[in-house]
Protein backbone atom coordinates (compact mmCIF):
# COMPACT_ATOMS: atom_id res chain seq x y z
CA UNK A 1 0.00 0.00 0.00
CA UNK A 2 1.02 3.65 -0.79
CA UNK A 3 2.53 5.23 2.20
CA UNK A 4 1.03 8.91 2.86
CA UNK A 5 2.07 12.02 3.98
CA UNK A 6 1.89 15.30 5.21
CA UNK A 7 4.14 18.40 4.55
CA UNK A 8 3.48 21.60 7.42
CA UNK A 9 5.13 24.52 6.87
CA UNK A 10 5.49 26.83 9.72
CA UNK A 11 6.49 30.44 8.53
CA UNK A 12 8.00 32.91 11.21
CA UNK A 13 9.43 36.38 10.71
CA UNK A 14 12.62 35.01 12.15
CA UNK A 15 12.28 30.96 10.97
CA UNK A 16 10.97 28.47 7.96
CA UNK A 17 10.11 25.14 9.39
CA UNK A 18 9.15 22.63 6.98
CA UNK A 19 8.44 19.38 7.63
CA UNK A 20 7.12 15.62 6.85
CA UNK A 21 4.20 14.25 9.18
CA UNK A 22 2.71 10.70 8.88
CA UNK A 23 -1.30 10.54 9.24
CA UNK A 24 -1.56 10.60 13.19
CA UNK A 25 0.74 13.96 12.88
CA UNK A 26 4.27 12.33 13.65
CA UNK A 27 6.95 14.33 12.68
CA UNK A 28 9.27 12.13 10.53
CA UNK A 29 11.41 15.03 9.60
CA UNK A 30 12.05 18.95 10.23
CA UNK A 31 14.17 21.54 8.45
CA UNK A 32 14.62 25.26 9.75
CA UNK A 33 15.44 27.74 7.81
CA UNK A 34 16.51 31.27 8.00
CA UNK A 35 13.84 33.51 6.48
CA UNK A 36 15.44 36.40 6.07
CA UNK A 37 17.89 34.72 4.27
CA UNK A 38 15.86 33.26 1.54
CA UNK A 39 15.20 37.15 0.61
CA UNK A 40 12.19 39.29 -0.88
CA UNK A 41 8.59 37.83 -1.78
CA UNK A 42 9.24 35.49 -5.02
CA UNK A 43 12.82 34.71 -3.41
CA UNK A 44 10.89 33.51 0.02
CA UNK A 45 8.24 31.56 -2.08
CA UNK A 46 10.87 29.99 -4.10
CA UNK A 47 12.26 28.68 -0.96
CA UNK A 48 9.10 27.08 0.59
CA UNK A 49 8.58 25.54 -3.07
CA UNK A 50 12.41 24.01 -3.10
CA UNK A 51 12.35 23.28 0.74
CA UNK A 52 9.22 21.09 0.09
CA UNK A 53 10.55 19.40 -2.74
CA UNK A 54 13.85 18.95 -1.41
CA UNK A 55 12.35 17.41 2.13
CA UNK A 56 10.07 14.87 -0.67
CA UNK A 57 13.18 13.93 -2.10
CA UNK A 58 15.19 13.29 0.74
CA UNK A 59 13.22 10.86 2.22
CA UNK A 60 12.77 9.03 -1.21
CA UNK A 61 9.04 9.37 -1.57
CA UNK A 62 7.39 11.26 -4.16
CA UNK A 63 4.30 13.55 -4.72
CA UNK A 64 1.90 10.56 -4.81
CA UNK A 65 3.16 10.00 -1.56
CA UNK A 66 1.91 13.52 -0.10
CA UNK A 67 -1.51 14.07 0.89
CA UNK A 68 -1.41 17.79 0.82
CA UNK A 69 0.54 20.80 1.98
CA UNK A 70 -0.60 22.78 5.19
CA UNK A 71 1.09 26.09 6.12
CA UNK A 72 0.74 28.99 8.46
CA UNK A 73 1.49 32.31 8.11
CA UNK A 74 2.14 35.56 10.57
CA UNK A 75 -0.30 37.51 9.15
CA UNK A 76 -4.30 38.02 8.60
CA UNK A 77 -4.83 35.42 5.10
CA UNK A 78 -8.51 35.02 3.73
CA UNK A 79 -8.32 30.98 3.61
CA UNK A 80 -11.43 30.97 1.07
CA UNK A 81 -9.01 32.43 -1.67
CA UNK A 82 -5.98 31.99 -0.48
CA UNK A 83 -4.82 35.21 -0.46
CA UNK A 84 -2.15 36.48 2.10
CA UNK A 85 -3.06 40.09 2.79
CA UNK A 86 0.11 41.35 5.12
CA UNK A 87 2.04 40.27 6.87
CA UNK A 88 3.12 42.52 10.06
CA UNK A 89 6.80 41.76 10.05
CA UNK A 90 7.94 40.63 6.55
CA UNK A 91 7.92 43.17 3.80
CA UNK A 92 6.53 42.87 0.52
CA UNK A 93 3.31 41.01 0.76
CA UNK A 94 0.43 42.34 -0.50
CA UNK A 95 -2.77 40.89 -1.03
CA UNK A 96 -0.77 37.93 -2.51
CA UNK A 97 -2.35 34.42 -4.17
CA UNK A 98 -0.01 32.37 -2.07
CA UNK A 99 -2.42 29.08 -2.47
CA UNK A 100 -2.55 29.45 -6.30
CA UNK A 101 1.40 30.09 -6.70
CA UNK A 102 1.67 27.11 -4.32
CA UNK A 103 -0.67 24.64 -6.26
CA UNK A 104 0.40 25.64 -9.43
CA UNK A 105 4.26 24.99 -8.85
CA UNK A 106 3.89 22.10 -6.43
CA UNK A 107 0.72 20.55 -7.53
CA UNK A 108 -0.16 19.48 -4.41
CA UNK A 109 -3.35 20.43 -2.63
CA UNK A 110 -2.83 23.47 -0.26
CA UNK A 111 -4.36 24.79 2.52
CA UNK A 112 -3.30 28.06 4.58
CA UNK A 113 -4.08 29.69 8.05
CA UNK A 114 -2.92 31.95 10.33
CA UNK A 115 0.05 30.25 12.30
CA UNK A 116 -1.75 31.03 15.81
CA UNK A 117 -4.89 29.62 14.58
CA UNK A 118 -2.83 26.55 13.55
CA UNK A 119 -0.98 26.48 17.26
CA UNK A 120 -5.07 26.39 18.44
CA UNK A 121 -6.26 23.51 16.50
CA UNK A 122 -3.22 21.35 17.14
CA UNK A 123 -3.73 21.87 21.25
CA UNK A 124 -7.32 21.66 20.87
CA UNK A 125 -7.08 18.39 19.02
CA UNK A 126 -4.01 16.63 20.45
CA UNK A 127 -2.22 18.91 23.31
CA UNK A 128 -3.11 20.66 26.12
CA UNK A 129 -6.89 21.52 25.49
CA UNK A 130 -7.92 17.75 24.30
CA UNK A 131 -11.49 16.99 25.00
CA UNK A 132 -12.30 20.68 25.81
CA UNK A 133 -15.15 21.98 23.79
CA UNK A 134 -14.75 26.29 23.34
CA UNK A 135 -11.33 27.44 23.78
CA UNK A 136 -9.15 29.86 23.45
CA UNK A 137 -5.46 29.73 22.43
CA UNK A 138 -2.76 32.12 22.82
CA UNK A 139 1.12 32.60 21.64
CA UNK A 140 3.26 34.63 23.40
CA UNK A 141 6.16 35.93 21.67
CA UNK A 142 7.30 39.06 19.57
CA UNK A 143 3.60 38.99 19.04
CA UNK A 144 0.38 38.09 21.30
CA UNK A 145 -1.53 35.80 18.84
CA UNK A 146 -4.37 33.52 19.86
CA UNK A 147 -6.99 31.27 18.14
CA UNK A 148 -10.24 30.40 19.15
CA UNK A 149 -12.47 26.95 18.95
CA UNK A 150 -15.94 27.38 19.24
CA UNK A 151 -17.91 23.88 19.88
CA UNK A 152 -14.77 21.50 18.54
CA UNK A 153 -14.20 23.67 15.91
CA UNK A 154 -11.88 26.65 14.67
CA UNK A 155 -14.02 29.68 14.72
CA UNK A 156 -12.35 32.55 12.68
CA UNK A 157 -14.79 35.04 12.12
CA UNK A 158 -16.02 37.11 8.97
CA UNK A 159 -12.81 37.75 7.61
CA UNK A 160 -10.81 34.89 9.26
CA UNK A 161 -9.14 37.16 11.31
CA UNK A 162 -10.33 36.79 14.84
CA UNK A 163 -8.27 35.57 17.97
CA UNK A 164 -6.38 38.52 18.50
CA UNK A 165 -6.28 38.25 21.92
CA UNK A 166 -2.96 40.62 21.57
CA UNK A 167 -5.26 43.30 20.55
CA UNK A 168 -7.75 43.41 22.77
CA UNK A 169 -7.01 46.63 24.77
CA UNK A 170 -6.66 46.42 28.55
CA UNK A 171 -6.48 50.59 29.09
CA UNK A 172 -8.34 53.51 26.95
CA UNK A 173 -5.11 55.60 27.05
CA UNK A 174 -1.53 53.56 26.80
CA UNK A 175 1.55 52.74 24.42
CA UNK A 176 0.83 53.06 20.59
CA UNK A 177 0.49 49.04 19.16
CA UNK A 178 1.86 48.05 15.89
CA UNK A 179 -1.41 47.54 14.66
CA UNK A 180 -2.24 51.38 14.88
CA UNK A 181 -4.12 50.50 18.09
CA UNK A 182 -3.61 51.67 21.41
CA UNK A 183 -2.57 50.03 25.23
CA UNK A 184 -3.29 46.55 23.42
CA UNK A 185 -2.01 43.78 25.19
CA UNK A 186 0.83 42.92 22.84
CA UNK A 187 2.04 46.94 23.26
CA UNK A 188 2.64 45.71 27.14
CA UNK A 189 3.73 42.30 26.57
CA UNK A 190 5.24 41.32 23.59
CA UNK A 191 8.84 40.22 23.68
CA UNK A 192 9.92 43.20 23.01
CA UNK A 193 8.50 45.03 25.88
CA UNK A 194 9.55 42.78 28.56
CA UNK A 195 12.76 43.32 27.42
CA UNK A 196 12.59 46.70 27.74
CA UNK A 197 11.95 46.86 30.56
CA UNK A 198 14.16 44.32 31.80
CA UNK A 199 16.73 46.04 30.47
CA UNK A 200 15.66 48.90 32.78
CA UNK A 201 15.09 46.65 36.48
CA UNK A 202 18.46 44.85 35.63
CA UNK A 203 20.70 47.85 33.88
CA UNK A 204 22.08 45.38 31.42
CA UNK A 205 20.89 43.51 28.81
CA UNK A 206 18.81 40.23 29.43
CA UNK A 207 17.32 37.66 27.23
CA UNK A 208 13.60 36.11 27.77
CA UNK A 209 15.09 32.61 28.93
CA UNK A 210 17.41 33.94 31.22
CA UNK A 211 14.53 35.99 33.12
CA UNK A 212 12.66 33.00 33.37
CA UNK A 213 15.88 30.95 34.70
CA UNK A 214 16.23 34.12 37.04
CA UNK A 215 12.90 34.01 38.22
CA UNK A 216 12.80 30.28 38.87
CA UNK A 217 15.63 30.55 41.37
CA UNK A 218 13.54 33.39 43.56
CA UNK A 219 15.06 36.28 41.90
CA UNK A 220 12.75 39.24 43.15
CA UNK A 221 13.15 41.48 39.69
CA UNK A 222 12.94 38.69 37.60
CA UNK A 223 9.98 37.52 39.61
CA UNK A 224 8.02 41.01 39.86
CA UNK A 225 8.63 41.68 36.21
CA UNK A 226 6.66 38.66 35.67
CA UNK A 227 4.42 39.25 37.98
CA UNK A 228 3.26 42.76 35.89
CA UNK A 229 3.35 40.91 32.77
CA UNK A 230 0.65 38.05 34.19
CA UNK A 231 -1.15 41.02 35.49
CA UNK A 232 -1.67 42.52 32.18
CA UNK A 233 -1.68 39.17 30.69
CA UNK A 234 -5.00 38.20 33.69
CA UNK A 235 -6.45 41.30 33.26
CA UNK A 236 -7.64 41.22 29.74
CA UNK A 237 -8.27 37.19 30.33
CA UNK A 238 -10.51 38.37 32.63
CA UNK A 239 -12.38 39.91 29.98
CA UNK A 240 -12.16 37.25 27.83
CA UNK A 241 -13.60 34.66 30.24
CA UNK A 242 -16.21 36.88 31.04
CA UNK A 243 -17.25 37.32 27.35
CA UNK A 244 -17.06 33.78 25.92
CA UNK A 245 -16.72 31.85 28.89
CA UNK A 246 -14.68 29.18 27.40
CA UNK A 247 -14.15 25.79 28.93
CA UNK A 248 -10.35 26.29 28.74
CA UNK A 249 -7.57 29.05 28.18
CA UNK A 250 -4.30 27.72 26.77
CA UNK A 251 -1.19 29.71 26.65
CA UNK A 252 2.09 29.32 24.71
CA UNK A 253 4.73 30.31 22.93
CA UNK A 254 7.95 31.37 24.63
CA UNK A 255 7.29 33.59 27.50
CA UNK A 256 5.22 30.97 28.52
CA UNK A 257 8.28 29.30 29.33
CA UNK A 258 8.36 30.73 32.45
CA UNK A 259 5.77 28.68 33.83
CA UNK A 260 4.23 28.65 37.37
CA UNK A 261 5.35 32.01 38.10
CA UNK A 262 3.64 33.45 34.94
CA UNK A 263 0.63 31.43 35.36
CA UNK A 264 -0.14 31.11 38.53
CA UNK A 265 -0.36 34.62 38.66
CA UNK A 266 -2.52 34.74 35.99
CA UNK A 267 -5.03 32.48 37.54
CA UNK A 268 -4.70 34.73 40.69
CA UNK A 269 -5.92 37.78 38.46
CA UNK A 270 -8.72 36.16 36.77
CA UNK A 271 -10.03 34.37 39.81
CA UNK A 272 -10.14 37.84 41.45
CA UNK A 273 -11.35 39.59 38.55
CA UNK A 274 -13.45 37.78 36.40
CA UNK A 275 -16.83 37.13 37.08
CA UNK A 276 -18.01 34.37 39.41
CA UNK A 277 -19.62 31.82 37.36
CA UNK A 278 -17.57 32.54 33.82
CA UNK A 279 -14.62 32.33 36.71
CA UNK A 280 -15.26 29.25 38.16
CA UNK A 281 -14.96 26.30 35.69
CA UNK A 282 -12.44 28.23 33.16
CA UNK A 283 -9.16 26.23 33.34
CA UNK A 284 -5.83 28.15 32.36
CA UNK A 285 -3.38 25.57 30.32
CA UNK A 286 0.48 25.54 29.55
CA UNK A 287 0.31 24.58 25.94
CA UNK A 288 1.64 21.15 24.97
CA UNK A 289 3.25 20.93 21.92
CA UNK A 290 6.10 23.61 22.20
CA UNK A 291 8.03 24.83 19.07
CA UNK A 292 5.93 22.23 16.71
CA UNK A 293 2.57 23.87 17.30
CA UNK A 294 2.67 25.20 14.28
CA UNK A 295 3.79 22.23 11.97
CA UNK A 296 1.06 19.69 13.43
CA UNK A 297 -1.46 21.85 13.29
CA UNK A 298 -0.87 22.47 9.63
CA UNK A 299 -1.11 19.08 9.12
CA UNK A 300 -4.63 18.88 10.85
CA UNK A 301 -5.74 21.13 8.38
CA UNK A 302 -4.68 19.02 5.73
CA UNK A 303 -6.23 16.23 6.74
CA UNK A 304 -9.71 17.30 8.09
CA UNK A 305 -9.64 19.64 5.36
CA UNK A 306 -9.46 16.57 2.93
CA UNK A 307 -12.04 14.62 4.90
CA UNK B 1 -57.50 23.53 13.19
CA UNK B 2 -56.13 24.26 16.73
CA UNK B 3 -54.82 27.71 16.65
CA UNK B 4 -51.34 28.14 18.63
CA UNK B 5 -49.51 30.26 20.52
CA UNK B 6 -46.57 30.63 22.80
CA UNK B 7 -45.88 32.49 26.00
CA UNK B 8 -43.13 35.26 26.09
CA UNK B 9 -42.02 36.63 29.78
CA UNK B 10 -39.13 39.34 30.52
CA UNK B 11 -38.26 39.36 33.76
CA UNK B 12 -36.42 42.52 35.05
CA UNK B 13 -35.55 44.27 38.27
CA UNK B 14 -38.27 46.78 37.63
CA UNK B 15 -40.78 44.98 35.13
CA UNK B 16 -42.11 42.10 34.50
CA UNK B 17 -43.59 41.85 30.88
CA UNK B 18 -45.68 39.07 30.06
CA UNK B 19 -46.46 38.47 26.30
CA UNK B 20 -49.09 36.17 23.91
CA UNK B 21 -47.07 35.43 20.45
CA UNK B 22 -48.29 33.62 17.63
CA UNK B 23 -46.41 31.97 15.50
CA UNK B 24 -44.91 34.59 13.27
CA UNK B 25 -43.77 36.48 16.83
CA UNK B 26 -46.49 38.99 16.48
CA UNK B 27 -47.50 39.93 19.80
CA UNK B 28 -51.42 39.42 20.46
CA UNK B 29 -51.55 40.38 24.26
CA UNK B 30 -49.37 42.14 26.23
CA UNK B 31 -49.08 42.90 30.24
CA UNK B 32 -46.27 44.74 32.28
CA UNK B 33 -46.15 44.55 36.28
CA UNK B 34 -44.36 45.85 38.39
CA UNK B 35 -41.75 43.00 39.82
CA UNK B 36 -40.71 44.83 42.65
CA UNK B 37 -44.74 45.00 44.22
CA UNK B 38 -44.80 41.42 43.24
CA UNK B 39 -43.02 40.72 46.66
CA UNK B 40 -40.01 38.09 47.37
CA UNK B 41 -39.23 34.64 45.38
CA UNK B 42 -42.27 32.52 45.59
CA UNK B 43 -44.58 35.43 45.59
CA UNK B 44 -42.70 36.29 42.46
CA UNK B 45 -42.71 32.92 40.77
CA UNK B 46 -46.64 33.14 41.88
CA UNK B 47 -46.70 36.30 39.76
CA UNK B 48 -45.32 34.92 37.03
CA UNK B 49 -47.58 31.87 37.02
CA UNK B 50 -50.79 33.42 37.43
CA UNK B 51 -49.89 35.96 34.55
CA UNK B 52 -49.33 33.15 32.40
CA UNK B 53 -52.92 31.87 32.99
CA UNK B 54 -54.52 35.10 32.83
CA UNK B 55 -53.25 35.96 29.91
CA UNK B 56 -54.48 32.48 28.18
CA UNK B 57 -57.94 33.13 29.95
CA UNK B 58 -58.20 37.08 29.10
CA UNK B 59 -57.58 35.55 25.38
CA UNK B 60 -60.06 32.97 26.07
CA UNK B 61 -57.41 30.41 25.08
CA UNK B 62 -56.67 27.10 26.88
CA UNK B 63 -52.92 25.67 27.66
CA UNK B 64 -54.05 23.10 25.06
CA UNK B 65 -53.14 26.51 22.79
CA UNK B 66 -50.02 26.72 23.85
CA UNK B 67 -46.80 25.20 22.38
CA UNK B 68 -45.03 26.39 25.36
CA UNK B 69 -43.43 29.22 27.73
CA UNK B 70 -40.23 31.05 27.24
CA UNK B 71 -38.90 33.37 29.76
CA UNK B 72 -35.75 35.69 29.60
CA UNK B 73 -34.23 36.36 33.08
CA UNK B 74 -31.63 38.94 34.49
CA UNK B 75 -28.74 36.78 35.47
CA UNK B 76 -26.61 34.04 35.06
CA UNK B 77 -28.65 30.46 34.27
CA UNK B 78 -28.00 26.98 33.49
CA UNK B 79 -30.08 26.36 30.82
CA UNK B 80 -29.69 22.83 30.93
CA UNK B 81 -31.27 22.29 34.49
CA UNK B 82 -33.49 24.98 34.25
CA UNK B 83 -31.09 26.78 36.98
CA UNK B 84 -31.34 30.58 37.97
CA UNK B 85 -28.07 30.80 39.85
CA UNK B 86 -28.71 34.11 41.25
CA UNK B 87 -30.28 37.35 40.34
CA UNK B 88 -27.89 40.79 40.35
CA UNK B 89 -30.57 42.62 41.15
CA UNK B 90 -33.45 41.22 42.65
CA UNK B 91 -32.79 39.45 45.95
CA UNK B 92 -33.72 36.20 47.16
CA UNK B 93 -33.15 33.63 44.27
CA UNK B 94 -29.55 31.59 44.91
CA UNK B 95 -30.21 28.45 42.64
CA UNK B 96 -34.05 28.33 42.18
CA UNK B 97 -34.64 25.09 39.71
CA UNK B 98 -37.29 27.75 37.81
CA UNK B 99 -37.48 25.74 35.08
CA UNK B 100 -38.76 22.83 37.34
CA UNK B 101 -41.08 24.82 39.13
CA UNK B 102 -42.55 26.46 36.48
CA UNK B 103 -43.44 23.21 34.48
CA UNK B 104 -44.81 21.55 37.27
CA UNK B 105 -47.43 24.51 38.40
CA UNK B 106 -47.98 25.33 34.79
CA UNK B 107 -47.95 22.16 32.43
CA UNK B 108 -46.31 23.86 29.53
CA UNK B 109 -42.98 23.09 28.01
CA UNK B 110 -40.69 25.70 29.52
CA UNK B 111 -37.67 27.30 28.29
CA UNK B 112 -35.50 29.75 30.08
CA UNK B 113 -32.54 31.92 29.33
CA UNK B 114 -30.63 35.11 29.91
CA UNK B 115 -32.33 38.51 28.83
CA UNK B 116 -29.40 39.69 26.41
CA UNK B 117 -29.42 36.25 25.21
CA UNK B 118 -33.02 36.79 24.22
CA UNK B 119 -32.75 40.09 22.75
CA UNK B 120 -29.57 38.98 20.58
CA UNK B 121 -31.88 35.92 19.24
CA UNK B 122 -34.64 38.00 18.08
CA UNK B 123 -32.25 40.71 16.80
CA UNK B 124 -30.92 38.00 14.84
CA UNK B 125 -33.65 36.26 13.60
CA UNK B 126 -35.83 39.36 13.09
CA UNK B 127 -33.91 42.21 13.92
CA UNK B 128 -31.16 44.62 12.70
CA UNK B 129 -28.55 41.58 12.58
CA UNK B 130 -30.60 38.97 10.34
CA UNK B 131 -28.83 37.71 7.65
CA UNK B 132 -25.84 38.00 9.62
CA UNK B 133 -23.73 34.86 10.79
CA UNK B 134 -21.65 35.97 13.47
CA UNK B 135 -23.28 38.75 15.66
CA UNK B 136 -22.73 40.35 19.09
CA UNK B 137 -25.37 42.28 20.42
CA UNK B 138 -25.93 44.96 23.55
CA UNK B 139 -28.28 46.04 25.63
CA UNK B 140 -27.54 49.48 27.89
CA UNK B 141 -29.16 49.37 31.05
CA UNK B 142 -28.65 49.55 34.10
CA UNK B 143 -26.54 47.12 33.25
CA UNK B 144 -24.27 46.50 30.10
CA UNK B 145 -25.48 42.88 28.86
CA UNK B 146 -24.88 40.78 26.07
CA UNK B 147 -25.27 37.82 23.53
CA UNK B 148 -23.24 36.28 20.95
CA UNK B 149 -24.26 34.65 17.78
CA UNK B 150 -21.49 32.54 16.24
CA UNK B 151 -22.95 30.47 12.90
CA UNK B 152 -26.15 31.40 13.18
CA UNK B 153 -26.59 29.64 16.50
CA UNK B 154 -26.75 31.23 19.81
CA UNK B 155 -23.36 30.89 21.71
CA UNK B 156 -23.70 30.17 25.15
CA UNK B 157 -20.25 29.14 26.32
CA UNK B 158 -19.39 26.21 29.19
CA UNK B 159 -21.93 27.79 32.33
CA UNK B 160 -24.17 29.56 29.73
CA UNK B 161 -22.74 32.69 31.08
CA UNK B 162 -21.08 34.03 27.92
CA UNK B 163 -21.40 37.58 25.79
CA UNK B 164 -21.10 40.07 29.10
CA UNK B 165 -19.55 42.74 27.77
CA UNK B 166 -20.21 45.29 29.92
CA UNK B 167 -17.79 43.01 32.25
CA UNK B 168 -15.14 43.60 29.86
CA UNK B 169 -12.16 45.77 31.65
CA UNK B 170 -11.57 48.93 29.73
CA UNK B 171 -8.77 49.67 31.89
CA UNK B 172 -6.51 48.15 34.46
CA UNK B 173 -7.31 50.36 37.51
CA UNK B 174 -10.44 52.16 37.57
CA UNK B 175 -14.21 52.02 39.24
CA UNK B 176 -14.85 48.49 41.21
CA UNK B 177 -18.20 47.41 39.46
CA UNK B 178 -21.20 45.35 40.48
CA UNK B 179 -19.58 42.23 39.49
CA UNK B 180 -16.90 42.40 41.82
CA UNK B 181 -14.26 43.43 38.96
CA UNK B 182 -13.02 46.71 38.52
CA UNK B 183 -13.02 49.02 35.51
CA UNK B 184 -15.33 46.86 33.75
CA UNK B 185 -17.25 48.77 30.83
CA UNK B 186 -20.37 48.82 32.75
CA UNK B 187 -18.77 50.85 35.38
CA UNK B 188 -18.27 53.59 33.04
CA UNK B 189 -21.53 53.61 30.85
CA UNK B 190 -24.13 51.82 33.73
CA UNK B 191 -27.43 54.42 33.31
CA UNK B 192 -26.47 55.25 36.86
CA UNK B 193 -22.84 56.17 36.13
CA UNK B 194 -24.24 58.24 33.37
CA UNK B 195 -27.23 60.27 35.62
CA UNK B 196 -24.65 60.78 37.67
CA UNK B 197 -22.10 62.25 35.32
CA UNK B 198 -25.01 64.34 33.65
CA UNK B 199 -25.52 65.63 37.29
CA UNK B 200 -22.52 66.59 38.00
CA UNK B 201 -22.46 68.21 34.20
CA UNK B 202 -25.60 70.44 34.30
CA UNK B 203 -25.68 70.78 38.11
CA UNK B 204 -29.47 69.27 38.35
CA UNK B 205 -30.92 66.11 38.20
CA UNK B 206 -31.15 64.58 34.53
CA UNK B 207 -33.63 61.95 32.83
CA UNK B 208 -31.35 59.60 30.16
CA UNK B 209 -34.23 60.68 28.08
CA UNK B 210 -33.73 64.09 28.37
CA UNK B 211 -30.03 63.64 27.48
CA UNK B 212 -30.94 62.42 24.65
CA UNK B 213 -32.99 65.08 23.32
CA UNK B 214 -30.69 67.89 24.81
CA UNK B 215 -28.09 66.39 22.04
CA UNK B 216 -30.03 66.01 19.18
CA UNK B 217 -31.06 69.67 19.84
CA UNK B 218 -27.35 70.52 19.65
CA UNK B 219 -26.40 71.08 23.51
CA UNK B 220 -22.72 71.26 23.59
CA UNK B 221 -22.43 69.66 27.42
CA UNK B 222 -24.94 67.07 26.20
CA UNK B 223 -23.25 65.60 22.96
CA UNK B 224 -19.93 65.89 25.16
CA UNK B 225 -21.45 63.23 27.64
CA UNK B 226 -22.47 61.24 24.83
CA UNK B 227 -19.15 61.30 23.18
CA UNK B 228 -17.36 59.91 26.32
CA UNK B 229 -20.24 57.25 26.49
CA UNK B 230 -19.32 56.49 22.98
CA UNK B 231 -15.45 56.82 23.41
CA UNK B 232 -15.59 54.01 26.21
CA UNK B 233 -18.29 52.02 24.15
CA UNK B 234 -15.64 51.87 21.34
CA UNK B 235 -13.09 50.94 23.21
CA UNK B 236 -14.51 47.49 24.63
CA UNK B 237 -15.88 47.34 21.10
CA UNK B 238 -12.68 47.38 19.53
CA UNK B 239 -11.62 44.75 21.74
CA UNK B 240 -14.37 42.15 20.80
CA UNK B 241 -13.80 43.49 17.19
CA UNK B 242 -10.27 42.46 16.95
CA UNK B 243 -11.17 38.98 19.24
CA UNK B 244 -14.12 37.84 17.89
CA UNK B 245 -13.95 39.12 14.09
CA UNK B 246 -18.05 39.53 14.36
CA UNK B 247 -20.14 40.94 10.91
CA UNK B 248 -22.15 42.98 13.10
CA UNK B 249 -22.71 44.37 15.97
CA UNK B 250 -26.16 45.56 17.21
CA UNK B 251 -26.55 48.07 20.14
CA UNK B 252 -29.95 48.54 22.19
CA UNK B 253 -31.03 49.53 25.74
CA UNK B 254 -32.08 52.71 26.76
CA UNK B 255 -29.29 54.65 25.81
CA UNK B 256 -29.07 53.73 22.33
CA UNK B 257 -31.74 56.18 22.02
CA UNK B 258 -29.58 58.95 21.86
CA UNK B 259 -29.15 58.02 18.22
CA UNK B 260 -26.38 58.85 15.64
CA UNK B 261 -24.21 61.21 18.53
CA UNK B 262 -23.82 58.02 20.27
CA UNK B 263 -23.57 55.32 17.11
CA UNK B 264 -21.69 57.66 14.86
CA UNK B 265 -18.93 57.89 17.62
CA UNK B 266 -18.78 54.66 18.24
CA UNK B 267 -18.36 53.18 14.47
CA UNK B 268 -15.23 56.35 14.71
CA UNK B 269 -13.78 54.76 17.58
CA UNK B 270 -14.14 51.44 16.14
CA UNK B 271 -12.38 52.77 12.98
CA UNK B 272 -9.51 54.67 14.58
CA UNK B 273 -8.10 51.72 17.11
CA UNK B 274 -9.96 48.49 15.80
CA UNK B 275 -7.39 46.44 13.26
CA UNK B 276 -7.65 47.08 9.11
CA UNK B 277 -9.23 43.67 8.61
CA UNK B 278 -11.79 43.48 11.02
CA UNK B 279 -12.61 46.88 11.00
CA UNK B 280 -12.67 47.43 7.57
CA UNK B 281 -16.26 44.96 7.57
CA UNK B 282 -17.70 45.31 10.94
CA UNK B 283 -21.20 46.93 10.83
CA UNK B 284 -22.82 48.82 13.80
CA UNK B 285 -26.23 48.85 13.89
CA UNK B 286 -28.95 49.29 16.22
CA UNK B 287 -31.30 47.69 17.52
CA UNK B 288 -35.07 47.54 15.67
CA UNK B 289 -37.15 45.20 17.78
CA UNK B 290 -36.86 47.97 21.06
CA UNK B 291 -38.22 46.85 24.17
CA UNK B 292 -40.03 43.95 22.96
CA UNK B 293 -36.93 41.87 21.41
CA UNK B 294 -36.51 39.86 24.69
CA UNK B 295 -40.80 39.01 24.69
CA UNK B 296 -39.79 37.75 20.62
CA UNK B 297 -36.61 36.17 21.73
CA UNK B 298 -38.59 33.86 24.82
CA UNK B 299 -41.01 33.04 22.03
CA UNK B 300 -38.36 32.09 19.25
CA UNK B 301 -36.39 30.19 22.18
CA UNK B 302 -39.36 28.34 22.24
CA UNK B 303 -40.21 27.22 18.95
CA UNK B 304 -37.00 26.29 17.80
CA UNK B 305 -36.60 24.81 21.31
CA UNK B 306 -39.38 22.70 20.22
CA UNK B 307 -38.44 21.56 16.76
Redesign the interface.
Known amino acids: MLKRFIIGIDLGGTNLKVALLDLHFKIKDKRILDTKSCGTKELLISCLINATNKIIQDNRLAKVNILGLGIGLPG?IDIKRGLV?FFPNIRGWQEVNLKGILRKRLGLPIFLDNDANLMCLAEHRLGAAKGF??VVCLTLGTGVG?G?I??DKL???????????G??????KGPRCN????A?LEAYIGNARIIEKAQKLFRRKIALKQLSVLAKKGNQKAIALWSSVA??LG?AL???V??????CIVIGGGISGAGRVLLDKVRKVISE??????A???KIFKARLGNDAGLIGAAILVKEGLR
Do not use: T
Not at 179 to 182: P, V
Open positions: PHKNGIIEYRGLSFAAGEIHIPINECRGQCEHIAGVNFLNPDRAMIVQRHA
